[in-house]
């Protein structure tokens, strides 16, 4: 089985940063896209942050300019590093990777989610 595990969430002030991390395990072929969402209370899930196997990303307009994307292919792990952060900010933030799981196939898995809130 494959699984994801969210960390580094948690509480901070207005403008300042934080990283989190997605840390992938299990008997996979290959990693394909992996992405970042967030789900604020009241509110549908959406995507904050894309990175393809080549490294080509993706931002919301909301994240524009103040998070960064990236991937580590040999330890199985995206980060999304934030700053300047808004209480708007605040929200679950998911993990979904998308798994070759054959030659052929690959297949989306989302982890747990971890917690930020951004509060003065």
């Known amino acids: 089985q494959v699984h994801l595990v969210e960390s580094g969430g948690g509480l901070v002030q207005p403008g300042k940063s934080l990283r989190l991390s997605c840390a992938a395990s299990?008997?996979?072929?290959?990693?394909?896209?992996m992405a970042w969402y967030r789900e604020a209370a009241g509110k549908e899930r959406e995507l904050v942050a894309s990175?393809?196997?080549?490294?080509?990303?993706n931002y919301a307009d909301s994240a524009q300019g103040r998070f960064t994307i990236s991937r580590d292919n040999a330890k199985k792990t995206m980060y999304l590093q934030m700053n300047s952060l808004k209480p708007e900010d605040t929200a679950v933030y998911y993990c979904?990777?998308?798994?070759?799981?054959?030659?052929?196939?690959?297949?989306?898995?989302w982890g747990k989610g971890t917690p930020v809130t951004v509060s003065s």
């Open positions: 990175i393809e196997a080549n490294g080509v990303t």
């Open positions: 299990g008997m996979i072929l290959g990693i394909n896209t």
């Open positions: 979904k990777v998308n798994f070759q799981v054959d030659p052929i196939s690959g297949m989306d898995y």
